[in-house]
T-cell receptor, first 114, second 114 residues
Framework: GAGVSQSPRYKVAKRGQDVALRCDPI?????LFWYQQALGQGPEFLTY????????KSGLPSDRFFAERPEGSVSTLKIQRTQQEDSAVYLC????????????FGPGTRLTVT | GENVEQHPSTLSVQEGDSAVIKCTYS??????FPWYKQELGKRPQLIID?????GEKKDQRIAVTLNKTAKHFSLHITETQPEDSAVYFC?????????????FGKGTLLTVNP
């Protein structure tokens, strides 16, 4: 079946603009995660949803970052008033939510803030 | 919170040699330890994982060992091939990883020279 998909794959934003990044998880997966991967680094956790409930947002770096998953499937990560330090690859992962489930990653969105 | 250290940051081997990457973790509640392979510009892909109720797991040329007492785990790749060249990330998580965030190491760039 189809894997996790993300759009857009690349986004260039001028500093101060708002951006919205979309994640389509694997169908039926209840758990959805967002990670931020800076160049040359490992992914870092941003936020976690179980169905439509945002259970953990401890990794969001500031109140400019907001995520939602209103119907428990597609998720959107929004960044307001982008800054240069927001430049990174934003990865989405989904999981079945069962005790033996693994996290499957999407291809990511590369955000460049100029 | 959890902290994962990974060594070495770069590793260069000759084709056919073995490669070993080591990670340590700090959270004694972590019970799931996946390894991801990430090729340049691609998504992280799970290559093997281990849960804290076993000490070793093997899948063809890849094996992972876990020492819960010492809080460290290692990836072993035997008979390396040029297509093994990539960045490898270790990670740790609670609750089997399906419903909890992954904490990643900083990655190891493995180069297999033909």
């Amino acid at each position: 079946g189809a894997g996790v998909s993300q759009s857009p794959r690349y986004k260039v934003a001028k500093r101060g603009q708002d951006v919205a990044l979309r994640c389509d998880p694997i169908s039926g997966h209840v758990s959805l995660f967002w990670y931020q991967q800076a160049l040359g680094q490992g992914p870092e956790f941003l936020t976690y949803f179980q169905n439509e409930a945002q259970l953990d947002k401890s990794g969001l770096p500031s109140d400019r970052f907001f995520a939602e998953r209103p119907e428990g499937s597609v998720s959107t990560l929004k960044i307001q008033r982008t800054q240069q330090e927001d430049s990174a690859v934003y990865l989405c992962a989904s999981s079945s939510g069962t005790s033996l489930g693994e996290q499957y990653f999407g291809p990511g969105t590369r955000l460049t803030v100029t | 919170g959890e902290n994962v250290e990974q060594h070495p940051s770069t590793l260069s081997v000759q084709e056919g040699d073995s490669a070993v990457i080591k990670c340590t973790y700090s959270d004694s509640a972590s019970n799931y330890f996946p390894w991801y392979k990430q090729e340049l510009g691609k998504r992280p892909q799970l290559i093997i994982d281990i849960r804290s109720n076993v000490g070793e797991k093997k899948d063809q040329r890849i094996a992972v060992t876990l020492n819960k007492t010492a809080k460290h785990f290692s990836l072993h790749i035997t008979e390396t091939q040029p297509e093994d060249s990539a960045v490898y990330f270790c990670a740790a998580s609670r609750s089997g990883g399906s419903n909890y965030k992954l904490t990643f190491g900083k990655g190891t760039l493995l180069t297999v020279n033909p």
